[in-house]
């Protein structure tokens, strides 16, 4: 008897049957499947109650109503507000990303100082206390007047408030984006100096002929223009675009007419020298609008015959006699403008060409047209006081001419000291401002700049100083819409989520340094808080705005308070000339904008940047479009890399061809190329603002600018 | 003889094989049954302690006074410090764990990180109201009469996959899926044999639907 190999390998064995007979190996293996379905980077939402609060968005000018869910205290998803009167349930990439805003890296957390060129956390106390001893010392030394702010709209408490208090400061130096609305109003003969917006009844329109609109690729309130798009359908309503680009709008459309780009006002006349040859237009209508009317026909009827303007616009004389005819005779006609996203302004020429179709036709304040409606003016404030510093400071001229913000920047290059010190509250006019490389060279002349943002976007990034504003989904605010918009109406937001960092509201945080300032500045600022602000200076709308989270302004003018129409007489070139030499750079630049791409203050968050095709942005390569003519002529092939140059700077793009585009023009997104906020957006593309410059309407000042001559080589 | 010699050896040989084979048997079967269980769990103390049976005495509603439906019908599980503070705002007894309890808790507004015996991977839907409200089910079927318990028992936790060990089992007969009470185990196996012997298919009772993503979302 001997154990021996055979007496282990028995054991082996038998280890091996009592093993497999034992729950160890397949709990294992049980164990090991679950257990790979735990690893740490697997995401797993917590559980917990789920709720549901109406807001509104303020990611654009549209205004959408929103319904946030959450889960317990975390946000995780935004969808439409049902039966909100602008977006009723409806919602765009943006405001659906809205929730990477609150959480995401871009976020600034708590103010922020710069110190040798890298920002460092302060506490409020010592950045409130800072900007105070700024702006006192600038007022002592009789410099009031040095200190401005750039908001990005001019409606709302908050930008009043920053309006408010540069003004009982003593400061005339408050500025804000221009938008298509300026234009519309410079259009019209003013009742007591009051601004006039259009409403667009498209909803109830039978025939819309749009001059550029990106219905929808992001014009107005682009969720309600969607809707209103999808309804045209079932209506049999038909829409005639006319672009250079085939963009979603164009290619959605009945008819698409590629006009040359810049002509859309010579065709607006050549088809109303169809309508007023043809008597198709309606006498109430121009008995009423009768300024200008007889000297503005009899030019229309000199100079603008179709056959001209087709050479002119590229598009054939037949097809404006019939668009001119059909757009006559149609029920409830209306004629749209404002190119793309419609966020710069047009000349008052082309303007006034375009509505005067609205006008010519007697759609104006009628169901299914175009609507003029006064300012929503709904914040009442008691009356600011001044002291004789600020009476006195406030003679002074405007830093930029006019208060139009794009003379800012060269306004400030040109003199020394014309700003001391900035404030910009929501707005990014380092990235969003044409001719960027000029804007942060002002910029950065600014000896010390301010801003409010909530996220570290170009201009916060070049910024001395951050006060953080909440997020929108953490703060109260009221948010007026009008965008084209019927009835325009008021939004609120909510605090959704307790603030997350420490941040706080740029109302409150205006609020306290008026309070420090003392005096007169103090006496205008009399409320607590921002909250207590904006309750008593909304008076009536409050409680509804409150309760309901919108209160829509309802306005049905009497026949004799619809401001009148002034027909403008077109001189020989109504259209906006370009930048450039034509000899030199014989190629023109245009912008093409889309709902996949937020090209305001407010950045793309990652979500929407993953919506961008590689034929946008490819290899972090901006693809400019062309006409595969062009590229024959200029020896380009599809996907090659060309440098685009401008009168202002020029790029290295990639190219991509496409019979959308008419010849000799290009087309470039517009939304990226951001230098600041996260890496999910910082360094993708360029910024199409860089190669563009200001071009001034001669008639009201805008930058009215819509491309640039350009030209390509081969790289 | 030789071949006998050799025969002989088989045999003498033989006793020790089976020897061998028994001890080598017995102990991957002592190893798999008892230590193997004992190494693959872990135990922790919840963060305080509860006594279920005394809080069942001074509620209307028995489970669901705490541990009710919202009103969108999703359950909302363990209770949070906002149902809590109701009544424990201050002490209320002179138990050590209550005192810890608004000391630690209640007073710092700070959520108590329970620690759930029933959780089950994030993968698997459940719906409470379907069983409890449609099926008329009760809470014990599943949980067993831990509304009778006087303090929390030790939560047991796999140390590979980080689940409770009342999912699996915790009695010998569980480790071969069987089981003497309806909440002794909470695997898939479970909730199918139960559906089977219910309704008489595995499926979903309330969508009549089959397969893996009834359960799995």
């Given at each position: 008897?001997?154990?021996?190999?055979?007496?282990?390998?028995?054991?082996?064995?038998g280890?091996a049957?009592?093993?497999?007979?034992?729950?160890l190996?397949?709990?294992?293996?049980?164990?090991?499947?679950?257990?790979?379905?735990?690893?740490?980077w697997?995401?797993?939402?917590?559980?917990?109650?789920?709720?549901?609060?109406?807001?509104?968005?303020t990611l654009?000018?549209?205004?959408c109503?929103?319904?946030?869910r959450?889960i317990?205290?975390?946000?995780?998803?935004?969808?439409?507000?049902e039966?909100?009167p602008?977006?009723?349930?409806g919602?765009?990439?943006?405001?659906?990303?809205?929730t990477?805003?609150?959480?995401?890296?871009?976020r600034?957390?708590?103010?922020m100082?710069?110190?040798?060129?890298?920002?460092?956390?302060?506490?409020?106390?010592?950045?409130?206390?800072?900007?105070?001893?700024?702006?006192l010392?600038?007022?002592?030394?009789g410099?009031?007047?040095?200190?401005?702010?750039?908001?990005?709209?001019?409606r709302g408490?908050?930008s009043a408030?920053l309006?408010?208090?540069l003004t009982?400061?003593?400061?005339?130096?408050f500025?804000?984006?221009s938008?298509?609305e300026?234009?519309?109003?410079?259009?019209?003969?003013?009742?007591?100096?009051?601004?006039?917006?259009?409403?667009?009844?498209?909803?109830?329109?039978d025939y819309?002929?749009?001059?550029?609109?990106?219905?929808?690729?992001?014009w107005?309130?682009?969720v309600?223009?969607?809707?209103?798009?999808?309804a045209?359908?079932?209506?049999?309503?038909?829409?005639?675009?006319?672009?250079?680009?085939?963009?979603d709008?164009?290619?959605?459309?009945?008819?698409?007419l590629?006009?040359k780009?810049?002509?859309?006002?010579?065709?607006?006349?050549?088809?109303a020298?169809?309508?007023?040859?043809e008597?198709?237009?309606?006498?109430?209508a121009?008995?009423?609008?009768?300024?200008?009317f007889?000297?503005?026909?009899?030019?229309?009827?000199?100079?603008?015959?179709?056959?001209?303007?087709?050479?002119?616009?590229?598009?054939?004389?037949?097809?404006?006699?019939?668009?001119?005819?059909?757009?006559?005779?149609?029920?409830?006609?209306?004629?749209?403008?404002?190119?793309?996203?419609?966020?710069?302004?047009?000349?008052?020429?082309?303007?006034?060409?375009?509505?005067?179709l609205?006008?010519?036709?007697?759609?104006?304040?009628?169901?299914?047209g175009?609507?003029?409606?006064?300012?929503?003016?709904?914040?009442?404030?008691?009356e600011?006081s001044?002291?004789?510093?600020?009476?006195?400071?406030?003679?002074?001229?405007?830093?930029?001419?006019?208060?139009?913000?794009?003379?800012?920047?060269s306004?400030?290059?040109?003199?020394?000291d014309?700003?001391?010190?900035?404030f910009?509250?929501?707005?990014n006019?380092?990235?969003?401002l044409?001719?960027?490389?000029?804007v942060?060279?002002?910029?950065?002349?600014?000896p010390?700049?301010?801003?409010f943002?909530?996220y570290?976007?170009?201009t916060?990034?070049?910024?001395?100083?951050?006060?953080?504003n909440?997020?929108y989904?953490?703060?109260?605010?009221?948010?007026?819409v009008?965008s084209?918009?019927?009835?325009?109406?008021?939004?609120?937001?909510?605090?959704?989520?307790n603030?997350?960092?420490?941040?706080?509201?740029?109302?409150?945080?205006i609020?306290?340094i008026?309070?420090?300032?003392?005096?007169?500045?103090?006496?205008?600022?009399?409320?607590?808080?921002?909250y207590?602000?904006?309750?008593?200076?909304?008076?009536?709308?409050?409680?509804?705005?409150?309760?309901n989270?919108?209160?829509e302004?309802?306005?049905?003018?009497?026949f004799?308070?619809?401001?009148?129409?002034?027909?403008?007489?077109?001189?020989?070139?109504?259209?906006?000339?370009?930048?450039?030499?034509?000899?030199k750079?014989?190629?023109?630049?245009?912008?093409?904008?889309?709902?996949?791409?937020?090209?305001?203050?407010?950045?793309?968050?990652?979500?929407m940047?993953?919506?961008?095709?590689?034929?946008?942005?490819?290899?972090?390569?901006?693809?400019?479009?062309?006409?595969?003519?062009?590229?024959?002529?200029?020896?380009?092939?599809?996907?090659?890399y060309?440098?685009?140059?401008?009168?202002?700077?020029?790029?290295?793009v990639?190219?991509?061809?496409?019979?959308?585009?008419?010849?000799?023009?290009?087309?470039?997104?517009?939304?990226?190329?951001?230098?600041?906020?996260d890496s999910?957006?910082?360094?993708?593309?360029?910024?199409?603002n860089?190669?563009?410059?200001?071009?001034?309407d001669?008639?009201?000042?805008?930058?009215?600018?819509?491309g640039?001559?350009?030209?390509?080589?081969?790289? | 003889?030789?071949?006998?010699t050799?025969?002989?050896?088989?045999?003498?040989?033989?006793g020790?094989?089976?020897?061998?084979?028994?001890?080598?048997?017995?102990?991957?079967?002592?190893?798999?049954?008892?230590?193997?269980p004992?190494?693959?769990?872990?135990?922790?103390q919840?963060?305080?302690?509860?006594?279920h049976?005394?809080?069942?005495?001074?509620?209307?509603?028995?489970?669901?006074s705490?541990?009710f439906?919202?009103?969108?019908?999703?359950?909302?599980?363990?209770?949070?410090?906002v149902?809590?503070?109701?009544?424990?705002?201050?002490?209320?007894?002179?138990?050590g764990?209550?005192?810890?309890?608004?000391?630690k808790?209640?007073?710092?507004?700070?959520?108590?990180?329970?620690l759930i015996y029933?959780?089950?991977?994030?993968?698997v839907?459940?719906?409470?109201?379907a069983?409890?409200?449609?099926?008329?089910?009760?809470?014990?079927?599943?949980?067993?009469?831990?509304?009778?318990?006087?303090?929390?028992?030790?939560?047991?936790?796999?140390i590979?996959?980080?689940?409770?060990?009342?999912?699996w089992?915790?009695?010998?007969?569980?480790?071969?899926?069987?089981?003497?009470?309806t909440?002794?185990?909470?695997?898939?196996n479970d909730?199918?044999?139960?559906?089977?012997?219910?309704?008489?298919?595995?499926?979903?009772v309330?969508?009549?639907?089959?397969?893996?993503?009834?359960?799995?979302?």
């Amino acid at each position: 008897m001997k154990i021996d190999r055979r007496c282990f390998l028995s054991l082996g064995i038998g280890a091996a049957a009592g093993t497999a007979l034992s729950p160890l190996p397949w709990k294992l293996m049980d164990d090991a499947s679950i257990w790979t379905q735990n690893w740490p980077w697997t995401p797993v939402p917590p559980d917990g109650e789920i709720s549901y609060t109406d807001s509104t968005c303020t990611l654009c000018s549209g205004g959408c109503g929103i319904t946030v869910r959450k889960i317990d205290d975390r946000v995780v998803k935004i969808e439409g507000r049902e039966n909100h009167p602008v977006n009723n349930g409806g919602i765009c990439v943006l405001g659906l990303s809205g929730t990477q805003l609150l959480y995401g890296p871009t976020r600034v957390k708590s103010p922020m100082k710069k110190i040798n060129g890298t920002f460092q956390k302060i506490t409020w106390n010592q950045a409130l206390s800072e900007i105070t001893e700024k702006l006192l010392t600038l007022r002592a030394e009789g410099r009031s007047h040095t200190v401005a702010a750039i908001a990005g709209s001019s409606r709302g408490t908050v930008s009043a408030l920053l309006q408010r208090f540069l003004t009982a400061y003593g400061s005339p130096n408050f500025y804000c984006q221009s938008s298509i609305e300026d234009s519309f109003s410079l259009s019209h003969i003013q009742p007591q100096n009051n601004k006039t917006i259009p409403g667009f009844d498209l909803e109830n329109a039978d025939y819309v002929l749009s001059f550029g609109t990106g219905i929808i690729d992001g014009w107005g309130s682009p969720v309600r223009m969607i809707q209103a798009s999808n309804a045209w359908k079932t209506k049999n309503l038909k829409l005639i675009q006319v672009e250079p680009r085939l963009s979603d709008t164009a290619a959605r459309s009945d008819e698409w007419l590629p006009s040359k780009p810049g002509t859309e006002a010579i065709l607006a006349l050549g088809i109303a020298h169809v309508i007023l040859q043809e008597s198709l237009y309606d006498q109430a209508a121009i008995d009423y609008h009768s300024e200008g009317f007889v000297t503005w026909r009899t030019a229309v009827l000199g100079h603008y015959h179709p056959d001209k303007v087709a050479e002119i616009t590229g598009i054939d004389a037949k097809t404006i006699f019939t668009v001119g005819r059909e757009f006559g005779q149609a029920e409830k006609p209306v004629a749209i403008c404002g190119r793309g996203k419609g966020n710069t302004p047009v000349s008052v020429a082309e303007m006034s060409a375009i509505h005067a179709l609205n006008v010519l036709v007697g759609n104006v304040n009628k169901k299914g047209g175009v609507f003029t409606l006064p300012e929503p003016n709904y914040i009442s404030w008691p009356e600011i006081s001044f002291d004789t510093k600020a009476e006195t400071s406030l003679q002074t001229k405007q830093i930029a001419e006019g208060g139009l913000l794009h003379r800012l920047p060269s306004a400030i290059n040109e003199a020394e000291d014309s700003v001391t010190l900035l404030f910009v509250a929501d707005a990014n006019p380092c990235y969003t401002l044409t001719d960027t490389k000029e804007v942060i060279r002002a910029f950065k002349k600014i000896p010390f700049k301010v801003s409010f943002s909530s996220y570290m976007d170009e201009t916060a990034k070049l910024s001395d100083l951050i006060l953080p504003n909440h997020s929108y989904l953490e703060r109260y605010e009221d948010v007026p819409v009008t965008s084209g918009l019927r009835n325009p109406v008021i939004g609120l937001t909510k605090p959704i989520v307790n603030p997350l960092f420490q941040t706080k509201h740029t109302g409150d945080v205006i609020i306290s340094i008026a309070r420090a300032m003392k005096g007169s500045i103090e006496s205008s600022f009399p409320w607590k808080n921002y909250y207590q602000c904006l309750k008593n200076g909304l008076g009536q709308h409050w409680n509804p705005l409150l309760n309901n989270g919108v209160v829509e302004i309802t306005y049905i003018p009497e026949f004799e308070e619809i401001p009148r129409f002034a027909f403008q007489i077109p001189n020989d070139k109504p259209q906006v000339l370009l930048e450039g030499n034509e000899n030199k750079m014989d190629l023109t630049l245009i912008p093409s904008d889309s709902m996949r791409l937020s090209s305001g203050y407010i950045g793309a968050p990652p979500f929407m940047m993953k919506t961008i095709p590689d034929t946008i942005l490819k290899d972090n390569n901006t693809l400019v479009q062309i006409h595969p003519k062009t590229a024959e002529k200029l020896e380009l092939k599809q996907g090659c890399y060309a440098i685009l140059k401008t009168p202002r700077d020029e790029k290295k793009v990639k190219i991509h061809l496409s019979q959308g585009i008419g010849e000799d023009i290009i087309s470039f997104p517009r939304g990226l190329g951001h230098t600041a906020y996260d890496s999910y957006l910082a360094g993708k593309g360029i910024n199409f603002n860089e190669l563009i410059g200001p071009v001034e309407d001669p008639f009201s000042g805008l930058d009215v600018a819509w491309g640039i001559r350009a030209s390509l080589i081969k790289a | 003889m030789v071949q006998l010699t050799n025969s002989h050896k088989g045999n003498g040989n033989s006793g020790w094989t089976i020897l061998f084979f028994i001890v080598g048997f017995t102990a991957s079967l002592f190893a798999g049954w008892i230590v193997f269980p004992k190494l693959l769990y872990s135990k922790k103390q919840q963060p305080i302690d509860f006594n279920h049976e005394l809080h069942m005495t001074h509620v209307d509603n028995g489970c669901e006074s705490c541990h009710f439906f919202r009103e969108d019908g999703t359950y909302s599980g363990v209770p949070k410090l906002v149902q809590c503070i109701d009544c424990h705002q201050e002490v209320q007894g002179d138990t050590g764990h209550e005192a810890l309890f608004v000391e630690k808790y209640v007073s710092k507004g700070k959520e108590v990180p329970w620690l759930i015996y029933s959780r089950q991977p994030d993968c698997v839907f459940f719906s409470h109201a379907a069983h409890v409200k449609l099926a008329k089910m009760d809470c014990e079927t599943c949980h067993g009469h831990i509304g009778q318990s006087t303090s929390l028992k030790p939560y047991e936790y796999n140390i590979i996959t980080g689940y409770s060990r009342d999912i699996w089992g915790k009695n010998p007969e569980n480790y071969l899926g069987l089981k003497t009470n309806t909440y002794d185990r909470m695997k898939m196996n479970d909730c199918a044999a139960c559906h089977l012997e219910e309704t008489g298919r595995k499926s979903s009772v309330s969508t009549e639907k089959d397969g893996c993503f009834v359960c799995h979302k």
